[in-house]
């Protein structure tokens, strides 16, 4: 069973910095897609960016240009650094791997508010 664990959630204000980290208890380089999700109050959870197994980095909306996602093979981390950061960022974000098979993992999510 894989298991991911995220921490570096917190407060910060507009126009701040947070980073997010996700603990992978697998071999990460076997993944075939990991990814970041956030779910906004009273919405449904949704993509914000992810990485292959390539290194090849997507995000979806708002995220583009202002996020920045990494993964570390080596110590089996995903990052999302996240600036410029706007009111509509909050949420809980989860890191989320999908395996060979097609299987998804999801850790239990990290809280992210954001105030003017």
């Known amino acids: 069973q894989v298991q991911l664990v995220e921490s570096g959630g917190g407060l910060a204000q507009a126009g701040g910095s947070l980073s997010l980290s996700c603990a992978v208890s697998?071999?990460?380089?076997?993944?075939?897609?990991v990814s970041w999700y956030r779910q906004a109050p009273g919405k449904n959870r949704e993509l914000v960016a992810g990485v292959n197994r390539g290194g090849v980095a997507n995000y979806e909306g708002s995220a583009r240009g202002r996020f920045s996602i990494s993964r570390d093979n080596a110590k089996n981390t995903l990052t999302l650094e996240m600036n410029n950061l706007e009111p509509d960022d909050t949420g809980v974000y989860y890191c989320?791997?999908?395996?060979?098979?097609?299987?998804?993992?999801w850790g239990q999510g990290t809280h992210v508010t954001v105030t003017e």
């Open positions: 697998t071999d990460i380089t076997r993944a075939v897609y």
């Open positions: 989320n791997l999908r395996d060979a098979r097609w299987l998804e993992f």
